[in-house]
T-cell receptor, first 113, second 109 residues
Framework: TAGITQAPTSQILAAGRSMTLRCTQD?????MYWYRQDLGLGLRLIHY???????GKGEVPDGYSVSRANTDDFPLTLASAVPSQTSVYFC????????????FGQGTRLTVV | QKEVEQNSGPLSVPEGAIASLNCTYS??????FFWYRQYSGKSPELIMS????GDKEDGRFTAQLNKASQYVSLLIRDSQPSDSATYLC?????????FGKGTMLLVSP
């Protein structure tokens, strides 16, 4: 079973370049999330989407944008990467509601040099 | 005050012992609570969820919730070396999850 698929698994990106991290889920969950995980800072929410066509800002949204054209896909775009965006990025999805059991993709390790 | 707080550890226990992991949260609006396990280099994996005051048991795991004290804990009975991982506490508020920084658990054979 696929669940949540992220691509690429890892990437080295030159500062100033743009990049889109891809996330696809096949669980028909209506909510999707992007987190970044940094040593000592834990998982921090970047952006989220409660349903197709809507998005919201999380704790650390600056420098990132998202779109949610359909239920399955939730890409995260870095328009002009900076070294501070070096991190491990996790996409997650859940069936939105009071019970928000979120399930995670395998992660994308991004290094901005 | 951080929204979700956990001791970073490491918490070291011998094999077969009970490991007790604790988490406090600041916002009384929070309605549901989760424990995730994360092995090094891997993604978080949901292991327990709890929504009501009291205890919830699943195999060797017991989650405990006390909303009055804004406290949630995870007990792991008969700890195994394979339980060595970082345990993340997560709190649901307004349909988004806020995570603690995690507690590293080390189970020695």
């Amino acid at each position: 079973t696929a669940g949540i698929t992220q691509a690429p698994t890892s990437q080295i990106l030159a500062a100033g370049r743009s990049m889109t991290l891809r996330c696809t889920q096949d669980m028909r969950h209506n909510a999707m999330y992007w987190y970044r995980q940094d040593l000592g800072l834990g998982l921090r929410l970047i952006h989220y989407s409660n349903t197709a066509g809507t998005t919201g800002k999380g704790e650390v949204p600056d420098g990132y944008s998202v779109s949610r054209a359909n239920t399955d896909d939730f890409p995260l775009t870095l328009a002009s990467a900076v070294p501070s965006q070096t991190s491990v990025y996790f996409c997650a999805s859940s069936q939105q509601g009071e019970v928000t059991e979120a399930f995670f993709g395998q992660g994308t390790r991004l290094t901005v040099v | 005050q951080k929204e979700v707080e956990q001791n970073s550890g490491p918490l070291s226990v011998p094999e077969g012992a009970i490991a007790s992991l604790n988490c406090t949260y600041s916002d009384r609006v929070s309605q549901s609570f989760f424990w995730y396990r994360q092995y090094s280099g891997k993604s978080p994996e949901l292991i327990m969820s709890i929504y009501s005051n009291g205890d919830k048991e699943d195999g060797r795991f017991t989650a405990q919730l006390n909303k009055a004290s804004q406290y949630v804990s995870l007990l792991i009975r008969d700890s195994q070396p394979s339980d060595s991982a970082t345990y993340l506490c997560a709190v649901n508020k307004y349909s988004t999850l806020t995570f603690g920084k995690g507690t590293m658990l080390l189970v020695s054979p």
